[in-house]
């Protein structure tokens, strides 16, 4: 049987229809369109899941079903979008109306919920049971798998990692709390931190070849190995990634922890000195229950792969 997985974004919705070995049959996106209403934006997914039906040659009676996340505070059990911000939408039956515009059943999750699926069915967690994917973009994200299934919490409210507190009365956080994992390990984070030691020390040497408006996720990591200033930024960055990852190892322990998101694109230089921090800190040591950190592997494919797998148990 093969299954239909929808990501759906603020700007864009992506598609993929593949099997429950991974297999992609078809893939394709269209515009979001939720500012036309939530109506719009389920025709704009039923039309996607058509054209990528029709070019794979796959009729209705091969599809499982539809998987969908979706931003947001998501009511998986009864499949509406409690409230979605960038989409514009507040307690929006999703599952219900995609369902009578493709005659298709439908499941849905948030859409860190649905990345983290993906990256332990298909990606860097497919060989354990028991894995958390931290998503390191504008803000802080993931997803919790516990022996294969997705951990959503009380009424799919739950595991919103990046807001739990590493720094009492820290950093403000746009949540409206201090001290958030988000406000120290989000892309966002690490660049106001660079900024900021760039400001303090005109000194340093990543003025060569950033300016305060040009500064990214990359600028501390470039200078790391040639500029003190830089390795300050990184090695605040890393302890307090760190701090976040040892705090839901405690309470998990996770076999993984994928990491996602722009900064992850720094691959080992990011994962090792972390990896060396929760080696050293754990409970209880790494000998009896091993926590790796790894990146992630899946992309921004992970949603959609994710999202597919919501149709699989």
């Known amino acids: 049987m093969k299954i239909i997985g929808i990501d759906i974004g603020g700007m864009s919705i992506k598609g993929m229809i593949t099997d429950e070995n991974g297999i992609v049959y078809a893939e394709d996106r269209a515009a979001t369109g939720s500012e036309l209403g939530g109506d719009n934006m389920c025709e704009n997914i039923a039309t996607l899941i058509h054209a990528m039906m029709v070019r794979a040659s796959i009729e209705k009676e091969e599809i499982k079903g539809v998987g969908i996340g979706s931003p947001g505070l998501i009511d998986s059990k009864n499949g509406v979008i409690v409230f979605a911000g960038n989409l514009g939408l507040r307690n929006y039956p999703l599952a219900a109306t995609v369902e009578r515009m493709t005659g298709l059943p439908v499941k849905i999750t948030n859409d860190a919920n649905a990345a983290a699926l993906g990256e332990a069915k298909f990606g860097a967690g497919k060989q354990y049971s028991d894995s958390i994917m931290v998503t390191l973009g504008t803000g802080v994200g993931g997803g919790i798998v516990i022996d294969g299934k997705l951990f959503e919490g009380y009424k799919s ?32 984070a ?74 992850s ?22 000998d009896y229950a091993p926590v790796k950190v790894v990146k992630a592997t899946l992309g921004n494919r992970a949603g959609a792969y994710g999202a597919a797998a919501l149709q699989m148990d």
């Open 265 to 286: 694109a720094q691959d080992k230089r990011l994962t090792d000195p972390v990896q060396a921090i929760v080696d050293k800190e754990i409970f209880a040591g790494q």
């Open 157 to 188: 409210a739950g595991t919103e990692i990046g807001h739990m507190v590493i720094v009492k009365d820290g950093i403000p956080c746009t949540c409206g709390r201090k001290g958030c994992f988000e406000a120290y390990s989000s892309a966002t």
């Open 190 to 263: 690490l660049m106001r931190k660079t900024k900021e030691v760039m400001a303090d020390h005109p000194e340093s040497a990543m003025w060569r070849s950033y300016t305060l408006e040009t500064v990214s996720g990359k600028t501390a990591f470039d200078y790391y190995e040639t500029d003190i200033w830089a390795r300050e930024v990184v090695d605040w960055y890393v302890e307090h990634l760190a701090c976040g990852i040892l705090n839901l190892a405690c309470i998990f322990r996770p076999q993984i922890v994928m990491l996602g998101g722009g900064v």
